[in-house]
């Protein structure tokens, strides 16, 4: 089947930055949409930032200018680079990617394991 799996988490002072991958592997014919999402204690699951394979990535507000998202479609994998972290970026992140095993079955999400952000002096 399929596996995604992240690195690159850890603890981090305020304003230090971390790079995430996330790495599929397994019976993959094509990969369309990959995404970043993270869940901090007590909040819903939000989107960090989407990368299309085609087309212009997006991210929330609250990352805009500190985070870039990026794909090697060569490698199967996803990256996060996060700079000036702050506290409130503590969270779990995950990465999807929606992925067709075989032309006749459609395409699914499938997500990552997580990886724990800290943001903390």
């Known amino acids: 089947q399929v596996q995604l799996v992240e690195s690159g988490g850890g603890l981090v002072q305020p304003g230090g930055s971390l790079r995430l991958s996330c790495a599929a592997s397994?019976?993959?014919?094509?990969?369309?949409?990959m995404g970043w999402y993270r869940q901090a204690p007590g909040k819903q699951r939000e989107l960090v930032a989407d990368?299309?394979?085609?087309?212009?990535?997006n991210y929330a507000d609250s990352v805009k200018g500190r985070f870039t998202g990026s794909r090697d479609n060569a490698k199967n994998t996803l990256y996060l680079q996060m700079n000036n972290l702050k506290p409130e970026d503590t969270a779990v992140y995950y990465c999807?990617?929606?992925?067709?095993?075989?032309?006749?079955?459609?395409?699914?999400?499938?997500w990552g394991q997580g990886t724990q952000v800290t943001v903390s002096s």
């Open positions: 999807k990617m929606s992925i067709m095993t075989h032309p006749l079955l459609g395409q699914h999400d499938y």
């Open positions: 397994g019976n993959i014919f094509h990969i369309y949409d």
């Open positions: 990368i299309p394979r085609g087309g212009s990535t």
